[in-house]
C-alpha cells in the first residue's frame, strides 16, 4: 500500500460484535479507535523486540512511536495471569483501561500527583458549587456591612449569617480534604510523601489577610445611593 507522509494504512475486517466491543473500550482511552489500533501495533512490535532479545536474536527493531500513541516513552510491564487479573478489576473499579491505571499509580508515587476518578471528580465539583454559593452570600452580606458603616444602621441578622456562611466553607474544606485523604489512602502513598503546604504558607496568608483589611479600610467611602429597607435617597 502506498505511503501517505512516511505512514501506511492497516485495515482489516472483523466481526461486527468485537468492532463495536473494541470501540466501546476505545472511547474510555486517548485518541478512539484508530489511537488503540496504533498502541496495539506497537506494544505487538515492542513485544516481538522483547522475546527477540530474551532469545538472543536481534531482529530489525522499530524505535519510532507511531503519531496517537503518546509523546512519553512507551514502556512494557509483563505480569502474571493472576497479577493481570487483579489489575484488570483495580482499573475497572476506577472506571479506567489497565494502562492507565498503571500510569496513574506510577505518577501519585513519583510526582505526588492526584490522580481522580469519576466520583472524586463530581464530589470535587459539587463542592467547588457549595463554595460558590457561599462566597455570593458573603459578597452580599459585605455589601449590607459597608453600607451599615455610612449609616451606623447594623442589620441583626449579619452577624449571624457570618457565622453560618464561616461553618459552612469549613464543612466544605474538610470535604475537599475527606476527598484528598480517600485518593491518597487508595494509591498508597505514604503519610510522609502526601503534599503539604509550603513552609510558612500559613503565616504568608494571615499578614495578606491583614493587609488586605488595612488597605480595604484605608479606601475612601462612598455613600450608598440607596440603603435596603430605607425610603429616603442620599
Do not use: C
Not at 513552609?199 to 489577610?209: F, M, S, V
Amino acid at each position: 500500500m502506498a505511503d501517505r507522509n512516511g505512514q501506511q494504512l492497516l485495515s482489516t475486517w472483523v466481526p461486527g460484535e468485537l468492532a463495536a466491543s473494541f470501540k466501546a473500550r476505545a472511547r474510555q482511552t486517548d485518541g478512539g479507535a484508530a489511537a488503540a489500533l496504533r498502541r496495539l501495533i506497537a506494544q505487538t512490535v515492542d513485544d516481538a523486540n522483547s522475546a527477540a532479545d530474551l532469545h538472543g536474536a536481534s531482529p530489525a527493531r522499530i524505535s519510532i512511536v507511531p503519531r496517537g500513541v503518546g509523546r512519553g516513552e512507551q514502556i512494557s510491564v509483563r505480569l502474571k495471569a493472576p497479577e493481570r487479573l487483579a489489575l484488570a478489576e483495580a482499573a475497572q473499579a476506577q472506571g479506567t483501561t489497565p494502562a492507565n491505571w498503571i500510569r496513574s499509580l506510577t505518577l501519585i508515587h513519583l510526582a505526588r500527583r492526584p490522580q481522580w476518578n469519576g466520583a472524586e471528580v463530581e464530589a470535587l465539583r459539587d463542592v467547588f458549587r457549595e463554595l460558590r454559593a457561599i462566597g455570593n452570600n458573603v459578597n452580599q452580606m459585605a455589601h449590607a456591612l459597608n453600607i451599615a458603616t455610612t449609616t451606623n444602621m447594623y442589620p441583626a441578622e449579619q452577624g449571624s449569617a457570618a457565622r453560618e456562611a464561616v461553618e459552612l466553607v469549613r464543612i466544605e474544606m474538610r470535604r475537599v480534604v475527606a476527598v484528598m485523604t480517600g485518593n491518597f489512602d487508595y494509591w498508597g502513598l505514604p503519610d510522609a510523601e502526601r503534599p503539604r503546604a509550603a513552609p510558612g504558607a500559613l503565616r504568608r496568608a494571615k499578614a495578606q489577610a491583614q493587609l488586605d483589611e488595612v488597605q480595604r479600610k484605608l479606601r475612601p467611602r462612598r455613600r450608598p445611593a440607596r440603603f435596603a429597607g430605607d425610603g429616603d435617597t442620599y
